[in-house]
Structure formats: C-alpha cells, structure tokens
C-alpha cells in the first residue's frame, strides 16, 4: 500500500457541505454521485489533485459523528498551518488555534464542517 485513495464523511446536506469544503478550504468537485435521479454524494479534491475527499448524503451517520476528528489534513510546514489560521481567521470560520503536535509539529484544531465533524490541518 502507498497511502489513502481517499476518505468518505458523511453529510446531512450536500449543497451545504459542497459549499463549505469549497470556500473554507478550497476543494473543488471532480465527481457528483448520481443515484436513482437524485445527487447522493460528491468526489472533492485540491488544486493539486493529491487530497482527495468524498462526502456521502447520509444525515444520521454525520450527526453520530459531530464532535469527532476522524481526519487530519497534511500541511507541507508549520508556517502553513499558521498562515490556515490566519486565512480561516478573516473567513469568520471558527476554530480552536494552533497547538503542539505528538512530534513537536503544529496541529489547527477545532476546525468543524457544517455537520459538526472536526477537520485538522497538521504539519509534523
């Protein structure tokens, strides 16, 4: 194994968590899930095409998770993971600031979705 493909959240709504995961931290939609007629889940990745994530509309699985930080997003070095601080600073968005990490990196916490699902950005 290499690394993730890429990690699934679940949603209460689409459009919502589209618009947030796009404008907070910049991802943009590379596929929308089609079932049945109806839009059922969305392929979100960076600029870089490296971070790949995926949200699935399922209301009761993203409220079981509100509160937990299933993942960790790398940042390529500390300095960055300020300069998020900085950037989720003037979007209004907010968050629990920068804290030492297990290996002495820089770790932004409290950083949730609409659903209440914790994002961190991290830098080792």
Same mark, same amino acid.
């Given at each position: 194994m290499s690394g993730f493909h890429h990690? =699934?959240? $679940? !949603? /209460?709504?689409? /459009?919502?968590? #589209? =618009?947030?995961? /796009?404008?907070? %931290? +910049?991802?943009r939609v590379e596929i929308e899930f089609i079932e049945d007629g109806a839009l059922r889940g969305l392929a979100l990745t960076d600029a870089s095409g490296r971070l790949r994530l995926a949200l699935r509309l399922d209301p009761v699985r993203a409220a079981a998770l509100a509160g937990f930080d299933p993942i960790a997003l790398e940042v390529p070095a500390r300095d960055d993971v300020q300069a998020w601080r900085v950037r %989720?600073?003037?979007? +209004?968005? $907010? @968050?629990?600031? !920068?804290?030492? +990490? @297990?290996?002495? &990196?820089? !770790?932004?916490? &409290? %950083? @949730? *979705? $609409?659903? &209440?699902?914790?994002? #961190?950005?991290?830098? *080792?």
């Open positions: 990690v =699934k959240l $679940p !949603v /209460a709504d689409l /459009a919502r968590s #589209r =618009k947030w995961y /796009a404008t907070v %931290l +910049g991802l %989720l600073d003037e979007l +209004g968005q $907010p @968050h629990g600031g !920068v804290v030492a +990490g @297990h290996r002495g &990196g820089a !770790v932004l916490v &409290g %950083l @949730h *979705d $609409p659903d &209440g699902i914790e994002i #961190r950005l991290y830098a *080792d």
